[in-house]
């Protein structure tokens, strides 16, 4: 199965590297892709087990030395995980590029925050007041834009993201650079008060988890989830064999938001304080950084990823200084030695192999004899 | 509102004009860039803020004590233009062979590519404000660096109730020139016609001959000169530099190479210009703080009615 | 697949692993010896963009904890650092670890008003007293919080104690307020533009974004409207950014700024010949220059151990910490029985003499003015005496 691997082992140094560090987790992939279900839905289980437990101090003890650990798993463990789940949907299930999804995130709190102390409405209501603007701005947000190419897609996501936190900044109705406070609690749940203990909030973003995790995961094998990988492949054949292309990205666009809202009003109520500094640009680029780290349009690659972005920085907190700089400079060997993220869907694979999947190619590439040749080797021959 | 527009009008249209002038100089690289490869080289912002520095240190170097005139003047703008230019020039050169290089030759997405980019950027931010601000510079890291004066703020003439003042036309004119010389480059040399060449269709462009790996180099050094000169303009018209000041100010030219037309060298001028003026007109009426805002509904409805831009994308169609 | 690879990838890794892990450890300060050890938490932003205003009354709560320490008392007290980054969502899991595992008996800090904000219930829900030096948003006052302090006077003093001195010194018939967006620039910009409205002062305003850098449009506001005083809420770096762009354009009114701006990096930024002149208020008192008496005998204990001269809120550093220190002095060791103390404490302190009102605040609002004279900071006094040099 190794066969293109050892022909392009030679030469490149590169290539060496790239494919030593990429075989243990294509391994851990393979398994995975093989799996039969009640396989996989004990891993699930496995791992729901493990997050369950994970708040104990003697988990805690080594996972954060420095810093509250029961805080970190809601907060920026939990939250980064939640997000990377719906940017997933559109970026790696749909395929477009989203550089302010922050905005939905913000839209979400804000919302949460302003109907909660300024209207005076009960929790849950606000919830899904969140999540359905965060789905609505998505809406208007996409509606112009997803016509227009990837690039320009990216660039006016960026400027949207922008545009939400310097509305907030200079609206005075929304607390402008002051932020809203005092944010209220989300009301008992089965007996469970919410206060300060950031136990119970952990447990809720949890169960949220489970729950966008199920919808990811039933979304992506039905119509829709077939529909977004054919646009992902190949836009205009898709539009040829009579898939409403439009529609779809719209879908997941606003899919995507949803979640994005959701993890917004979720993280809003624990906070008690929201300002326009939590939503700045560059979340949206940790968050994209997480699920292309991770393996876009692979659910527990995204997961992944994203609790190693969350979790890194504040483990090693003695290294406050580096930390960006040691991120950035991971980006950019990740990318080199393994583009398509540590844990990606086999289909993803394949995909970033023939240089698709990923708003195309880039440009004034050819084929030359000092390409290497795993370049032209497409996996599908395994 | 109305006394508002006629006393604001001209000295905003005034300070709109000389930033226009760098954001159309840093806008240049991503128009290049992308033209050549599809690719919005995110971390150019950062190739800037090195070309800002780069002439900060020539400008410590040579021992500037005071503000110079005449042909002192003329003769350390230059140095500082070619130095700074060289010295950006290269990093984007380096920062293609670090960051992107691999990933072409394995045929990788654009996704990649731009997150690639984006840890790049972040890396370089980082590199300069832990170690070379500090090491190189002796300033703390984190806050502005002071740049001496070298061009007096003299009032060269007024227009109406607009002082326009020596340095803005240093700015500009230099601005100008450059690209000028830029145009001509990509017109009418052999260099240039590789350029275009592979913009246009890389594989018949092997086949006719031309090295990509060279022009994908020349594409770099290019764009990186031209935000070399824009730092150079820059640490002139600012006088404080930052570790991020790239990050705002690459956005927003990034959107001026949009706007324009991206991929198209005159398009990158004109996106320019018209986004500096733009945002300052606006400030006149909505005020100050939506600066940012304006520039961005702009851009959205420039590419909803005209996905293109005003020039359209023409790297590919140049006259030859 | 040949096991050789597999090696490289393991190693690779490891190194990846002890190349991090390498910068680990947290930096606790003083404590050690025999006997009981108390800790004492300090935080704020130690690493980001404004732990220029941060460090500095971090080296005097680490003087006034050390300084303490030396005389080898029964109970030791511990400085704690948390770097927030002066974000709330790094402050508080930082709180609940410093509640929970550290278990400190009080908190000098946060440094700035958003982080308290984030972190005030959580200390109040742990009943840990807390005594910030440099937090001044208003708001924070009125929470009800009954373990939370602070040394200096909050913005809806500071504004209102700029204006007042510029309306006496300088007379202004017509006033501009800039700030950029922040939340203590936006703040005290609000609280300046209502004490000129309520001085009958003709006023108007524009704000710029915080990472802009080309102030040109609001430049030319400002030329439009040809006030007679400028007064800009907002931090250093951006007030010398603005200082310099003003006076290039040839704007000549009086530039007043609040304790944000009050650093020489705005002299730097603007440049000496812009800078000149400007007025800086602040609820500190910075002994710039300082030869007799206690500010000066601080002076030179801490150059002494800080290798640098006192800076902004060095002395409310020490005098936060030094709260702490006495209440400990006093036999009290729990977080509970601090707070008593803390609350009732009369100090003659370095800043200023402090006691607290019920809701935290300090009971005289002193605002101290600068001026950028000869190309330095020097103190013009009190706001209500102070004369424009």
Redesign the interface.
């Known amino acids: 199965m190794?066969t293109h691997?050892k022909a392009g082992g030679t030469g490149?140094p590169?290539t060496?590297?790239r494919?030593?560090?990429g075989?243990?987790s294509d391994r851990v992939r393979d398994w995975w892709a093989d799996a039969s279900p009640w396989q996989r839905w004990g891993i699930y289980g496995l791992v729901l087990l493990l997050a369950i437990v994970a708040p104990h101090p003697i988990i805690a003890s080594f996972m954060?030395?420095?810093?509250?650990w029961?805080?970190?798993l809601f907060?920026?463990i939990g939250t980064y995980v939640l997000l990377a789940i719906g940017l997933n949907i559109v970026?790696g299930h749909a395929g477009l590029?989203d550089l302010g999804f922050v905005a939905f995130y913000g839209i979400g709190a804000y919302t949460l925050a302003y109907l909660g102390t300024t209207v005076g409405w009960a929790f849950w209501p606000t919830v899904i007041m969140g999540v359905f603007l965060a789905a609505m701005s998505g809406v208007i947000l996409g509606a112009?834009?997803l016509?227009?190419?990837?690039?320009?897609l990216?660039?006016?996501t960026?400027?949207?993201g922008?545009?939400v936190r310097?509305?907030a900044?200079?609206t005075k109705a929304l607390g402008?650079?002051?932020?809203i406070?005092?944010i209220p609690h989300p009301p008992n749940l089965f007996g469970v008060e919410f206060?300060?203990d950031?136990l119970p909030y952990y447990y809720l973003i949890l169960a949220v988890i489970v729950v966008a995790v199920i919808f990811s995961i039933r979304l992506q094998r039905s119509r829709v989830g077939r529909a977004w990988t054919a646009i992902r492949e190949d836009e205009d054949a898709a539009e040829l064999m009579g898939v409403p292309t439009f529609r779809f990205k719209l879908l997941a666009f606003a899919i995507g938001a949803m979640v994005g809202g959701l993890a917004g009003t979720v993280f809003a109520s624990k906070?008690?304080?929201i300002?326009?500094?939590?939503f700045p640009f560059i979340l949206s680029?940790t968050i994209?950084?997480a699920v292309?780290l991770g393996g876009?349009g692979n659910l527990p690659g995204v997961i992944i990823g994203a609790f190693l972005i969350a979790w890194?920085p504040?483990r090693?907190?003695?290294?406050?200084?580096?930390r960006?700089?040691?991120?950035?400079?991971?980006?950019?060997l990740?990318?080199?030695l393994r583009?398509?993220g540590l844990l990606p869907s086999r289909q993803r694979s394949a995909?970033?192999?023939?240089?698709?999947?990923?708003?195309?190619?880039?440009?004034?590439?050819?084929?030359?004899p000092d390409?290497?040749p795993?370049?032209a080797a497409v996996e599908v021959a395994r | 509102m109305f006394n508002d527009l006629t006393q604001q009008f001209l000295p905003s249209t005034i300070g709109g004009l000389t930033i226009g002038a760098i954001y159309a100089l840093v806008a240049l690289g991503y128009t290049m860039v992308y033209g050549v490869l599809r690719l919005i080289n995110f971390a150019h912002s950062e190739i800037f803020m090195i070309g800002s520095y780069a002439s900060l240190f020539v400008i410590i170097s040579v021992g500037v004590t005071a503000p110079l005139t005449g042909i002192a003047l003329l003769g350390l703008l230059i140095l500082l233009i070619v130095v700074s230019a060289a010295v950006a020039g290269g990093s984007a050169i380096l920062l293609e062979v670090v960051a992107y290089r691999p990933l072409r030759r394995r045929g990788a997405p654009r996704l990649a590519a731009l997150i690639s980019a984006i840890g790049a950027s972040l890396f370089l931010q980082e590199l300069f404000a832990l170690f070379i601000i500090p090491d190189v510079f002796g300033r703390p890291g984190r806050i502005d660096t002071a740049v001496p004066r070298i061009v007096d703020r003299d009032v060269l003439f007024t227009i109406g109730n607009a002082q326009v003042r020596t340095d803005q036309v240093i700015v500009l004119l230099a601005a100008v020139i450059v690209m000028i010389l830029l145009d001509q480059l990509v017109a009418r040399t052999r260099i240039g016609r590789g350029i275009r060449a592979t913009a246009q269709d890389p594989e018949a462009a092997v086949l006719m001959g031309v090295n990509i790996d060279t022009i994908v180099r020349l594409t770099f050094l290019l764009g990186g000169a031209m935000a070399g000169v824009a730092g150079v303009l820059y640490a002139m018209e600012f006088e404080n530099l930052r570790f991020n000041i790239g990050f705002i100010l690459g956005i927003k030219a990034f959107t001026a190479a949009v706007l324009g037309g991206i991929g198209n060298i005159r398009g990158a001028l004109l996106g320019g210009i018209a986004l500096g003026l733009i945002e300052n007109w606006g400030a006149i009426f909505f005020g100050s703080q939506w600066k940012d805002v304006i520039a961005f509904v702009i851009l959205v409805v420039v590419l909803l009615f005209r996905p293109t831009g005003i020039l359209g994308e023409s790297l590919q169609k140049a006259r030859a | 697949m040949s096991r050789k690879r597999m090696v490289v990838t393991a190693a690779m890794l490891a190194g990846a692993l002890a190349l991090t892990a390498c910068g680990g450890g947290g930096s606790p300060s003083g404590g050690g010896g025999g006997g009981e050890t108390l800790k004492i938490g300090f935080m704020g932003d130690l690493t980001g963009e404004n732990s220029g205003i941060v460090i500095p009354p971090r080296n005097g709560a680490k003087l006034a904890i050390d300084e303490y320490n030396a005389t080898n008392p029964a109970v030791k007290l511990q400085l704690v650092e948390y770097d927030s980054q002066g974000s709330a969502d790094q402050a508080v899991p930082l709180t609940q670890q410093a509640i929970q595992q550290d278990k400190i008996v009080g908190l000098v800090g946060p440094a700035f008003s958003g982080e308290s904000k984030a972190v005030g219930p959580i200390l109040e829900q742990a009943k840990i007293p807390s005594i910030s030096a440099s937090a001044t948003n208003p708001g924070l006052a009125q929470n009800g919080w009954k373990y939370w302090h602070r040394v200096v006077a909050n913005d809806a003093d500071q504004g209102p104690g700029i204006v007042d001195f510029l309306v006496r010194a300088a007379a202004p018939k017509k006033a501009y307020v800039i700030s950029d967006d922040q939340e203590y620039s936006v703040g005290l910009a609000d609280a300046a533009f209502g004490a000129f409205q309520a001085k009958g002062v003709q006023v108007e305003r524009d704000q710029f974004a915080q990472a802009a850098s080309d102030y040109s449009s609001t430049v030319a506001k400002v030329n439009a409207f040809k006030p007679d005083v400028i007064v800009y809420g907002g931090y250093y770096s951006q007030a010398g950014r603005l200082l310099k762009q003003l006076r290039d354009a040839g704007v000549t009114a009086t530039f007043a700024s609040g304790d944000g701006s009050l650093d020489p990096q705005i002299i730097q930024g603007a440049g000496a010949p812009a800078a000149e002149g400007a007025v800086l208020a602040c609820p500190c008192n910075i002994p710039f220059g300082a030869t007799t008496g206690a500010l000066a005998d601080f002076t030179a204990r801490y150059k002494a151990a800080v290798k640098a001269d006192p800076a902004i809120y060095s002395t409310e550093g020490y005098d936060a910490a030094t709260l702490f220190v006495d209440a400990v002095k006093a036999g009290n060791t729990t977080a509970e029985a601090i707070n008593t103390y803390v609350s009732g404490a009369k100090l003659d302190g370095v800043s200023k003499k402090i006691a607290f009102k019920p809701n935290g605040e300090p009971d005289v609002n002193a605002i101290f003015i600068y001026q950028v004279k000869n190309g330095a900071l020097t103190l013009l006094g009190q706001s209500t005496e102070a004369k424009l040099g």
């Open positions: 190794n691997r490149n590169l060496a590297l494919a030593a560090t075989d243990v954060s030395p420095y810093t509250d029961t805080s970190l907060n920026p970026v590029l112009p834009t016509r227009l190419r990837g690039d320009y990216a660039i006016v960026l400027g949207f922008e545009i310097i509305t900044v200079n402008g650079a002051r932020g406070t005092p206060l300060l950031p906070v008690i304080f300002a326009p500094t939590n680029a994209l950084a292309l876009a890194l504040e090693f907190r003695g290294f406050a200084d580096y960006i700089l040691v991120f950035g400079a991971a980006l950019v990740m990318m080199a583009p398509q995909e970033i192999k023939e240089g698709t999947g990923g708003m195309g190619s880039l440009g004034a590439e050819v084929p030359r390409t290497d795993d370049t």
